[in-house]
């Protein structure tokens, strides 16, 4: 039985899905859903941000950077219908943590165990680029995401520098304390966050732009420890020239699965 109130992730996901907060994102992701990639010409694109998907109850997060223009925001689900999306999920299935090894649609019937995926920036960027301000304006959806998480969750794989430093005030921010300085980013680097006294005030990380849909969360039991462990993002720049193989990802998702108590 889930530790953790579905209903509670399931509107989280519905309001994400629903944000118009950023107006050069808005324009940009249903700009893309209408004139489309001439392969996906038949294709009715998903064209809004992109919720997190997995379990409610997961005890291993992958946190990326954003959705890909034809990936994501064309599917409406995260990591699915681009190359990076192929890397992840065939070494997520190669661990045991995917009942299936490529993720082509929504409704594929591909399922995640104990593992959830999300990204700080939920909208497709130009260029994959979002703004500071971007970042930071969703920046409380994340937030909200991590404390609903926070019962079960025990490890975070954050894909790329960005998400590294985007991650952080989030979790910071979710319930757990960032050693200052602030732990750089790299390739297997391993960084342990111990809990903070619980606050459920209101939803913290909200920036003046941020989405008025976003709400508090109800209290939750104090968070446990944390443990982030970096790994290059799953770009095609880094899976073409080898700088990210296989391997290495897989071997960072199996230390953090069983980390989280996912794998023996």
Known sequence: MST???AGLADLDHRVSGCRACPRLVA??????RVKRAAFADWTYWGRPVPGFGPDDARL???GLAPAAHGGNRT???????RSGDVLYRALYDVGLASQPEAVTADDGLELYGVRITSPVHCAPPE????PTERDTCRAW?????RLLRPTVRAVVVLGAFGWQAALPAFAEAGWT?????PAF???VRVTLDPTAASMAAPAGASPGASPEVSPVAPADAAAPLDLFGCFHVSQRNTFTGRLTPEMLREVLRTAATTAGLLP
């Not at 940009?28 to 859903?33: I, N, T």
């Not at 409406?76 to 681009?82: I, K, L, N, S």
């Not at 994959?128 to 703004?131: C, S």
């Open 142 to 146: 994340l937030v909200q995401e991590l």
């Open 128 to 131: 994959n680029k979002p703004t």
């Open 61 to 63: 997060l992958v946190l």
């Open 4 to 6: 953790q109130d579905p």
């Open 28 to 33: 940009w992701r249903e700009e893309v859903a």
């Open 76 to 82: 409406g689900r995260m990591f699915t219908g681009d």
């Open 186 to 188: 790299g390739h297997g």
């Open 178 to 182: 960032v050693p200052r300085p602030r």
